[in-house]
């Protein structure tokens, strides 16, 4: 078991991406928090299974976007695990598909909001943890961005910033940290097949042409993605810092 006695958060584990790293991570041995914004049931489902490896799994219901309620988030972890060893920021949201200058401030602030705030203020927390416990050395910080960091999509400038933004967030804190032996790296998923993309996968037509688009020409399993996030969580990642891995069936070298 690579986690074993790790202790991690996973946000946003009620669904998709986020709930395949809670389980794997909970397979491979760590206690998990894993939060959820909407689908509490299905959050206290995903925590039933992980428990079921005879490691605690604890959900609780928070919006990242809010700096007070991350901090009762980390202050309910410290509760329960006294220390977290990994936080995984995957929690995130799409905006509306709409033009620049048709973009509702409040959409552009929800995008960013939760998708760049929600990571910083739990960054921010998770080290502020780390140096009142001195425990900084082995400890890993994993963001989900996006391929579209780096690739835009058209008439969504609201997440492409966010995505954009975390992946650069997630250098200067590399660089920050680097000393400590605790490392910080980004996934940046493709189409990954999700919630998230709920139109486009149930509208057969539409799927087939974005699978046209994907060099190996199928979408992702949120599975694939969690494979990825295991080996940066791991001992096996100890050198790597700063990094993007992309997992997107080689779409962002042609973009979309
Ligand atoms: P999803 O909709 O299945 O899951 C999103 C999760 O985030 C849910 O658990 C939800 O409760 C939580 N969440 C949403 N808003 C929140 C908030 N304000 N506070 C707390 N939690 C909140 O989506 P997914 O596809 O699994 O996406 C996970 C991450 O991966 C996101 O950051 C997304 O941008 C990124 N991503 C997904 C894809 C894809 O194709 N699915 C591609 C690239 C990046």
Not at 214 to 227: K, L, Q, S, W, Y
């Amino acid at each position: 078991m690579v986690l074993k006695g790790k202790n991690v958060l996973v946000t946003g584990a009620s669904s998709g991406i986020g709930k395949a790293i809670a389980l794997l991570f909970g397979k491979e041995g760590a206690n998990i928090i894993g939060t959820y914004h909407h689908g509490g049931e299905e959050a206290e489902e995903v925590m039933k299974e992980i428990a079921t490896h005879g490691v605690k799994a604890v959900a609780i219901g928070i919006d990242v976007s809010e700096e007070e309620e991350v901090a009762r988030l980390f202050a309910r972890a410290v509760d329960e695990f006294g220390d977290l060893d990994i936080l995984v920021n995957n929690a995130g949201i799409n905006g509306p598909t709409v033009t620049i200058e048709n973009i509702q401030t409040s959409d552009w602030d929800k995008v960013i909001k939760t998708n760049l705030y929600g990571p910083f203020f739990c960054c921010r927390e998770f080290l502020r943890l780390k140096r009142r416990n001195n425990s900084f050395k082995g400890s890993r910080i994993i963001n989900v961005s996006s391929i579209h960091e780096v690739v835009n999509v058209p008439e969504h400038a609201h997440y492409n910033a966010s995505k954009a933004a975390l992946r650069n967030f997630t250098r200067s804190l590399a660089l920050e940290v680097a000393a400590t032996g605790m490392t910080v790296n980004n996934i940046a998923p493709g189409m990954i097949l999700t919630p998230i993309n709920k139109e486009v996968i149930e509208d057969k037509e539409k799927m087939k042409k974005v699978e046209a688009t994907i060099p190996m020409h199928r979408g992702g399993t949120p599975e694939e993605v969690a494979n990825v996030a295991l080996f940066l969580a791991s001992e096996a990642s100890s050198y790597v810092t700063g990094s993007t891995y992309t997992v997107d069936g080689a779409l962002s070298i042609l973009g979309p």
